[in-house]
C-alpha cells in the first residue's frame, strides 16, 4: 500500500484522480503487490495500448456504444457450436499473430496455421489409403506422403487427423442432416515408413460464417468472407510438437486475400491431374515435425 502511494505521487503531473493526461497511470497505479506478476505485466501493457488507441483515434461517444453493442452481440452469439469471439480474433489477425509468435520453428519444419471451428475430436480412425468422402460429391483425390523429423527420417506412429469441406463449401457438422456423420474426415496413423495416404475430395473455397455481427463488421469493411481452398490436418506423434496446418490449392482465387490470414506460401501443395484413373486428382505432402524437448528448442533458437 506504501509503495503504491509513493510510485503515485512520484509522477509529478498526476493527481489522485483520473485525468486524461494521466489516464494509464490511473489505472495500472491500483493493481496489488500481491497479483500475478505475468497478469500485472500483461493487463498493464493492454491499459497502456488501449488507452493510447483510444486518444489516437478520438474515440466519440457515439463510436464506444457501437463497440459495447458489437461486443454484447458478439457474445450473445457464441453458443457451443459457435465461438464469435475466435472468428474475431481470425478475421483481425490476431490468431495468426498467437500462432506463429508460440510457434517459431526452424525453417524446413512444416509451418502451423490457424485451427478453425470445425476441427471435432474423436474421429473416426481409419485404415491407411481409404476413403474419407462418402457423400459422392466433389472430385475424388488421394492425398498422401511422409512424416519427417528434421533430418529426414521417417517418424513411425504419427497420428494423422483430417478434415475438409464438401464440394459445395460446408463441413459435415454445419449440414449435420444432409452430410453424412464424419464426412471428409479420418485419423490415420503412420507405420514404420512414416507414409500416410487416403482418399478425399479436392476442397473447395468457402466463406466463414458470416451471419452475425463478424460478417456485419467484414461487410461495412468492404472484406470477403473467403478462405481459399485447403485440406486441414493435425500431425501429432510422441517427443514431437503438435502440428496444426492445412495444404492448399494453389490456384485459388481468394490465395491472397483469405479472410482470416491462414495462407502461408511453403503450404502450398501440388494438385495434379490423374489420367484414365478412378480418382481424379494427386497431391502430395510431406510433413516435418520439430522436436518438443527443450533442449532441443534452445540449440534451434
Ligand atoms: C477453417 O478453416 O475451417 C476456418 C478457420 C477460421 C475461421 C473459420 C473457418
Ligand atoms: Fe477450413
Not at 484522480?17 to 500475478?36: I, L, Q, T, Y
Not at 464469435?84 to 502451423?112: C, H, K, W, Y
Not at 519427417?148 to 478434415?163: E, H, S
Not at 475438409?164 to 449440414?175: I, R
Amino acid at each position: 500500500m506504501q509503495t503504491r502511494l509513493i510510485v503515485f505521487q512520484g509522477i509529478s503531473t498526476m493527481s489522485k484522480f483520473f485525468s486524461e493526461a494521466a489516464s494509464v497511470e490511473a489505472v495500472n497505479v491500483r493493481m496489488g503487490e500481491r497479483a500475478d506478476p505475468r497478469l500485472k505485466h500483461v493487463m498493464s501493457s493492454l491499459v497502456k495500448h488501449l488507452h493510447a488507441f483510444i486518444k489516437d483515434v478520438h474515440l466519440t461517444q457515439n463510436e464506444w456504444e457501437l463497440a459495447i453493442d458489437f461486443l454484447t452481440r458478439t457474445g450473445q452469439i457464441c453458443s457451443e457450436e459457435r465461438q464469435e469471439f475466435i472468428l474475431l480474433s481470425d478475421t483481425l489477425g490476431v490468431s495468426m499473430l498467437v500462432d506463429a509468435i508460440n510457434n517459431r520453428r526452424p525453417q524446413t519444419a512444416t509451418e502451423n496455421t490457424v485451427l478453425g471451428p470445425f476441427h471435432v475430436k474423436g474421429a473416426p480412425e481409419r485404415e491407411m489409403g481409404t476413403r474419407i468422402s462418402f457423400d459422392g460429391k466433389g472430385e475424388s483425390c488421394l492425398f498422401d506422403g511422409r512424416v519427417m523429423d528434421l533430418d529426414g527420417n521417417a517418424i513411425a506412429g504419427a497420428r494423422i487427423d483430417v478434415w475438409s469441406d464438401n464440394a459445395e463449401g460446408f463441413y459435415d457438422v454445419q449440414q449435420p442432416d444432409i452430410q453424412p456423420k464424419w464426412n471428409n474426415r479420418g485419423v490415420f496413423t503412420t507405420g514404420s515408413d512414416g507414409r500416410y495416404s487416403f482418399i478425399g475430395i479436392k476442397p473447395v473455397s468457402y466463406p466463414i460464417p458470416h451471419d452475425g455481427p463478424v460478417g456485419k463488421m467484414l461487410e461495412a469493411l468492404e472484406r470477403h468472407p473467403y478462405r481459399p481452398a485447403h485440406m486441414h490436418f493435425i500431425v501429432t506423434a510422441p517427443d514431437f510438437q503438435r502440428l496444426v496446418t492445412h495444404t492448399f490449392v494453389g490456384d485459388d482465387a481468394y490465395m491472397t486475400s483469405d479472410a482470416v490470414f491462414g495462407v502461408k506460401e511453403t503450404l502450398v501443395a501440388p494438385y495434379t491431374r490423374l489420367q484414365n484413373a478412378v480418382t481424379t486428382w494427386h497431391s502430395t505432402f510431406d510433413f516435418v515435425l520439430t522436436p518438443s524437448s527443450r533442449g532441443r528448442e534452445l540449440e534451434i533458437y
